[in-house]
């Protein structure tokens, strides 16, 4: 038989395994999805340049210009840059909350 401390390691083990697992899934998912990205990608590169020609060569960065893209790649730009003032904002509200958290924390100590 054993006792509660021994149970509560037991069941924290198991939940550190099953987490464990759901992220090796979750890891196998997203390169599955990454591999099938990249071979779009490179499709749609391909049919751009002309189905293979040594044209491709010279392409370079001009796909990104190819008849209307300009709209798709301005819309692209101001989404990484929103994401990324979205994201600086959330790490100064964590840290303001964590500053806020432990002077609460002091005062409730005094």
Do not use: W
Not at 10 to 17: G, S, T, Y
Not at 45 to 65: D, E, H, S, W
Not at 71 to 98: D, H, N, P
Request: with cysteine.
């Amino acid at each position: 038989m054993y006792d509660t401390s021994m149970r509560v390691r037991l069941v924290k083990a198991r939940m550190k395994e099953i987490q464990r697992q759901y992220e090796k899934k979750s890891l196998y998912r997203l390169s599955a999805l990454c591999i099938m990205l990249f071979a779009s990608l490179v499709s749609v590169l391909y049919r751009a340049a002309g189905l293979g020609k040594p044209m491709l060569l010279g392409m370079y960065g001009t796909i990104l210009l190819h008849k209307d893209m300009g709209g798709y790649i301005l819309v692209g730009v101001l989404s990484f840059t929103a994401a990324v003032i979205m994201t600086l904002l959330c790490i100064q509200y964590k840290e303001r909350s964590k500053k806020r958290d432990n002077s609460f924390d002091d005062d409730a100590k005094k």
